[in-house]
């Protein structure tokens, strides 16, 4: 097979062609006629290879959360800075067709001044209290439980559709603190390696559930909940945002689905939550894929993300949301754990 | 104790007093200071009665149906004609917060030219083959099943909202035909007669279901559908009216929900269905009631439709809906009967 | 008329009449022939007639909150206790139908060792900043804001369900701070005495909306927001309880629906949150009122809560809830106005 | 580039490779090194295409319906029939999550016998007057309107789920019956040929609603209705099938949810319809997918359908559904048009 890039291009050099593989992630960022890198490891290796890849002059992509700290964040974004090289990271929910109607509603003036965001992200697949400790469930490797993991989704939610955090104040809780450890046993006929619960109990060190309370810089209140021991909830991230002219509330779980309220309506007796299926072809992103009222699924909000950041990039411009969100979305993961262990609210840098 | 008028009015003879009671319809008909006679009889006691409380000059409210046929409804309407009576009928449904707005929208053109009217009634206390065979399920005591139940309900509310009918095509079914036989136990000690199941079956020779399309005379199109065979369905009357210019849905079980879509809201690129919670100062009946958002009843609608007779008759009007509706939704029950017996279209006189 | 009560039990003394009434409240409290004084006078009068009422024997029936301050809300309790009188607090919100079936699920076990609360009573009737300066909105009336008149029910139903609050910490903002003050015009015609709206604006010095975190005495975790900004939300009271065992969800503006999920039903693959329509026979209250899915409206809370009390007043118990309700509630009330000033976590005594 | 197949099989000859196209159907179905024919053009061209694919035995895939006709959809069944080649029809419907755990739920019996089914397919898209003649209007073209379009969809889905039609009675309409004639423009810099609307009108000849009832095999009774006037309902495939033992609902709007009533809950007091998400690993299709609750779109049936049709060609199996199931809604379709011409119940074959 030919190099992919000779069929479009002609003549540069050192291109890769479809059969090609590496597992050296080094040999990766320094390969010429590669003109990005997307980084999709587990969070602590993607400083090293984010910096390197910069370093090489290669456009990064880069997976949320940024970093497994606001340190090793700051380092990152320096580096694409120094290096001049477009980045990118991937809070793909704010591809999702409903959210970018929400966005177009709040830019417009729909809602007002923002008063309050009530924002939760419930799961509930560790309520069963035989589930073994996984990775996820250990602080060394996770670096953070439901607060990490969940809150980040609905923190970047809120600095795009309300704006900065100010300070915020929390309590957060592990319901169930030990769990069976995992041991590695090899498989010996296919020569894999899996992992099995075992009697021994180890530690949770990671939180079930942080809540916290926070003011907005614009003033507007928010209450935010990262839980997985929510039964019934498997994927439920839920938001309503209230402002002076109207309120809007979204579910992940009916992905497609915005709901929407304007006060205009109260004076014809007709007002009531609309739910608007933003599949029309006006809706954002809608246009481009099937006709109104045929559902969108949660994956193809990677395909909006990387339509916009290739069309970004192809106008010379960064993308966004970039790795200026993921430090921003990292200060508020901080600064509530400080205040997790300080018992106060605490300002967000 | 005295008589209550005379606390208010004065003078008046013959009053009725608190503690007085009468078990013989035909004397209260014919006793002097009663001036309204309500029946809430079962429907083949309604004709003999009404006649002869129109014949003695009382107002004369009925509970639905009016009669057992389409004859004695005609007989009753000229009853009250002739005698020159005030009349209604408990089509109670009609006084329903949410009805009120859905026709108030309908009225100020809201939902344009009606294109169709699809209504179902569904209930599910019939789908335990062990129920036994109550009065409810035999032809001679009851007229009909489902149909004359609970189609009777959606009809006058198609009348109400839509228009007249024009003609109609039907199916019927009774899914369990053989039930219980109910037998007279008296008890003994107390001197009551009960009924308890028995081994015996005897044959349901009523509808468990009824399903009928219609045309309008305003050329709509609907579709009706009544059964008591719909596990869930607890008192499921729900209707969805679509016109050139809207839509609404009312579900009983929602009581003082409407759901309301505005063509309008189209070019906003933010049209959804409202659920509208029709309990606002302004909307119909809701000022006479808690603050906005607190749930009316259904026993309410009774109240609400007390209300609107009385105030009729105070102003010396018939109130409505009166035995006129009740004659015109007896004619389609019998009409939808007919296209029964002949498998084909039949009109609506 | 006669005295009414001669009707029923015969020769009593110092019966009251239908059509007798006192303006002076403490010849009411005095009264012989009275058995029960049910208070529904401004929060800051009820202490003096409630203490009154018990000091003459009276059963005493008082509206929430039992008191503007924790200190009058011990004096009374105590008062009633001294004076061994019967007394109950109108918290008619655990008397509706999903309420009770709640309840029992709970008592039950079905939900298991309760995890989370999270509840909100949302309303928004201040969100027009053209609405004035009433009542409600001062202090030294109204005693406190959304807090005292929202909160104040949704703790009640945290103590009723889950059970003691241990401590919290909290938000509040008051959004819109200056209002149009309402001046006080006579009516010459009629001898009234109406307010209209000046020109002139005065303070706010209630909260606009009020948010707290919880950690209950049995270590679940809650968060409590009462809101009157919330556009579309006209009386919003949700909340959703997670359990190791299944989840339920309530709002009261589908005041006869209980969402609850189970984790029984995970097994089958058919696990998903019930809609229950909690007005089949067998239901907490239901079999008292309209057959199943006939919707029974907020006012009847009220019915079954009368009912309720009079029961346990005939079995010479004393009824639930009661004062010693309301000081609890009180206790949590001012605790989280405790931690407002403080900034930081407060216990709950 | 080298020929795909190549790369992965080694020496076959005839290989097709990807930069090769044809804009001859008649060679493509010659063509060596083609297995599988797959036919996506307007449904008059389906016949020829079909018939000469299997004539060369190539595997045939066709887009529903099958043909514009009964007699050709025939024709088509014997042909792949003679030719002994695989076949399979795209009513990808039923590769939909929710509805495979629907067919799941009433093959393991927890639906019960079933007694109705409901099943509306209703759109928008036409309730505009301004909106053109295009070929979808025009019988010659697109041999009927929403019947062959919409109803077809809930034909296949109630034989999937419920079993085969036995006979039916319908009603028709169309709403606006003239409409702006469209005309060809050539756009001279491009070459382009589009078109406008002209100010003439022409013809409506084809429904904008057709309504049927219908008695199955089985003894279940169903209504159906597709229409393209129902104001704000975008792509509403919606249907409750009541049974024995439960009910299900199902709405393409909310494409990944179920909703179930099982009787067996009611002896608990806990009945009422689960909101199903079936996106749980063990659910149909879920487990190739996200995590749970991550919601799975419209367009991913499609892939389903594939794995299912080339899982069924591996295993040297015909893929369901097939040529057989097109000619069975094929006969629906035509038996519902019958009944409109003579306005009285008709058999289907």
Redesign the interface.
Known sequence: ??ELKN?SNGQKKNLVSL?EYETNWKKVVERKGIDLIDITTPPNANKEIAIQAAKNGKIVFCEKPLATSLKDAYEMLEAVEKYKVKHAIFFNYRKLLAIG?AK??IDEG?IGEI??M?A?Y??D?L?D?DFPLVWRLQRKIAGSGAHGDLNAHIIDMARYLVGEFDEG???K?T?IKKRHVLVEKDELETGLVYKEKSEKKGIVDVDD?T???T?FKN?A?G?F?A?R????????QRF?I??????IVFN?????E??????E??KK?????????A??P??PYAGN????????????SFVNMIADILNSIAKGDNPNPNFYDGVKCQEVIESVEKSIKE???VKVK
């Open positions: 097979m030919e069929q059969n109607l177009k509603l729909k008063y309050h009530r939760v419930l799961q697949w309520v209290p104040i929390v309590t809780k319901f559930t809540i916290f309370l003011k003033e209140l209450s909940e839980k021991f929510a039964p019934g909830r498997k994927n439920h309503e209230n402002g002076s002219k109207g309120s992940l779980e009916r992905v497609n915005l709901e929407y309220y304007s006060r309506d109260e007796g007709t007002s009531g939550f609309r739910k608007i299926i599949t029309d006006d809706h894929w099937w006709p109104a009222g045929h559902i969108i699924g949660y994956g193809e018992g106060r609210w």
